[in-house]
């Protein structure tokens, strides 16, 4: 019997082949890590749910996004949470908050990092919900008026990337006119523009107290079972002025990453998320899985589905690795 002239495994025999013809390739450039800010110095806490992740002051969380630059991961989201909250969320607007405080230490002592802050409302809120509250609902268009004033402390505290997360109808619109008309032309914003209703964000909201009091978040984040409505989302996000797109979590969406890049063609992010990053760190715990191995693949497989940039948990563990030399999936 003769063979087909072309056989696919001739490229797979020699690890260097293997190498150079690799289709999608990941530095620690292409990853945002996602930090956790207190009040307080000195703070460096582990969060339970997250194995490897820690709540840090504005002092130590400076170190720690230093120590990250210096290994490649050049971007930080931060996340606060707040000394007090209330009904509103009105300390997320305070040009002393938490995130303002944050934002101001890392730029003094690492001026050339990116620092990224996420704008929404639920780690500020009694509540736990992203806006504010009416007859049980989130009342959309009055909490616009406070995630412009949000976005303004942002700007101002020295924030470089805005990244309104809440699924508010006209967010990005009223963000771009709040920033454009305070001389922050210049501030790129990052539109969570499809994030869905997921369960995969447990641990996340475990780690800022910001689980719902009541009810949950299905009448303003995405049905996971569609699809085609992400692509509206995306397109009136960029309509209304952003200047990146994410999808959110990013391992069951990876059919959306894709659909969103091929029709967008625009910079586009994937949320990693806290429980995809914890589902991984149990089982590696319990020797079910090579953790190293499964990292690595999971990033892949977000970067070939399309993403630009990957917001990830693992951006520490990735760039410690890559500095060694990644091994093979």
Known sequence: MEFPLRRMRRLRMHPVVRSLVTETRLTPGELIAPLFVVPGKGVKDEIPSLPGQYRYSPDTLAEHAGSLYDRGVKAVLLFGIPESKDDSGLSACDPNGIVQRAVTVIKEKHSQI????????????????????????????????????????????????????????GAVKTIRHALDQNGFTHLPIMSYAAKYASAFYGPFRDAVQSAPQFGDRRTHQMNPANSREAVAEVFLDVEEGADIVMVKPALAYLDVIHKVKSRFQMPTAAYNVSGEYAMVKAAAQKGLLDEQKVMLEMLISIKRAGADIVITYFADEFARLYAQGLPEI
Not at 142 to 164: C, F, M, N, R, V
């Open 114 to 169: 990116l620092v990224c802050t996420d704008l929404c409302f639920c780690e500020y809120t009694t509540h736990g919900h992203c806006g504010i509250i009416k007859d049980g609902q989130i009342d959309n268009d009055a909490t616009l008026p406070l995630l412009a004033e949000q976005a303004l402390s942002h700007a101002k505290a020295g924030s470089d990337l805005i990244a309104p997360s809440g699924m508010i109808d």
